[in-house]
Nanobody
Framework: QVQLVESGGGLVQPGGSLRPSCVASRSFFEIYAMGWYRQAPGKQRELVANISAMGNTYYADSVKGRFALSRDNTKNTLYLQMASLKPEDTAVYYC?????????????WGQGTQVTVSS
């Protein structure tokens, strides 16, 4: 029911910034929550940040104070502003959406966008 398209990854030096975006095919009013996950080679996929339909946010301790979520409701777009990037932030970043229905929660994933932090 929801298609997610990510863009805005790339290669940056340590201390640099990026702002990946995620465009949803469905209104935010119909989505329970959206967030960003990341997965580095050989590691588990981890939650980076999440925002509910009511605007409540969560940030992983590893990115708290450096990353920030924002959304444009008119464009159905979620942004992840990343600053003070570190080499350990290198990963594929995935957009996630959760939709509630009579049968429970359904999750949707984008294709991912590569973020590489290296000098």
């Amino acid at each position: 029911q929801v298609q997610l398209v990510e863009s805005g990854g790339g290669l940056v030096q340590p201390g640099g910034s990026l702002r990946p975006s995620c465009v949803a095919s469905r209104s935010f009013f119909e989505i329970y929550a959206m967030g960003w996950y990341r997965q580095a080679p050989g590691k588990q996929r981890e939650l980076v940040a999440n925002i509910s339909a009511m605007g409540n946010t969560y940030y992983a301790d590893s990115v708290k104070g450096r990353f920030a979520l924002s959304r444009d409701n008119t464009k159905n777009t979620l942004y992840l502003q990343m600053a003070s990037l570190k080499p350990e932030d290198t990963a594929v970043y995935y957009c996630n959406a959760q939709v509630l229905g009579p049968t429970g929660k359904t999750e949707y994933w984008g294709q991912g966008t590569q973020v590489t932090v290296s000098s």
